[in-house]
């Protein structure tokens, strides 16, 4: 099964950080992109940040530039999320995902999901 598996998220107090992993099969992890979507209660999901996993072009949306970095294992088929500055507004349920289109990413309608994960920001 072409599943994507998540860690990390959790509670923490606005400023402060979280790591989000994500592990995805070997075919999955060369579809081309993967990254990171979220989703706050049933509002539509927003694209945050990707990588291509072969050149390791990053994009990110506005709401997070400046504070999340994504990076890649590839020796391990894994992404990263590494989350500073939290802020409450960025509390949401975190995706991975991974698609052939980098932009269907981004818009939220990958291909491949991971199951998700709360990070919660308090103020």
């Known amino acids: 099964q072409m599943q994507l598996l998540e860690s990390g998220g959790g509670s923490v107090q606005a400023g402060g950080s979280l790591t989000l992993s994500c592990v995805a099969p070997?075919?999955?992890?060369?579809?081309?992109?993967m990254g990171w979507v979220r989703q706050v209660a049933s509002e539509k999901r927003e694209g945050v940040a990707r990588?291509?996993?072969?050149?390791?072009?990053?994009l990110y949306s506005d709401s997070v530039k400046g504070r999340f970095t994504i990076s890649q294992d590839n020796a391990n088929n894994t992404v990263y999320l590494q989350m500073n500055n939290l802020k409450p507004e960025d509390t949401a349920t975190y995706f991975c995902?991974?698609?052939?289109?980098?932009?269907?990413?981004?818009?939220?309608?990958?291909?491949?999901w991971g199951q998700g994960t709360q990070v919660t920001v308090s103020s």
């Open positions: 995902a991974a698609d052939p289109s980098c932009g269907l990413l981004m818009s939220g309608r990958a291909t491949y």
């Open positions: 070997e075919s999955v992890y060369n579809t081309k992109c």
């Open positions: 990588i291509v996993t072969r050149t390791s072009s990053k």
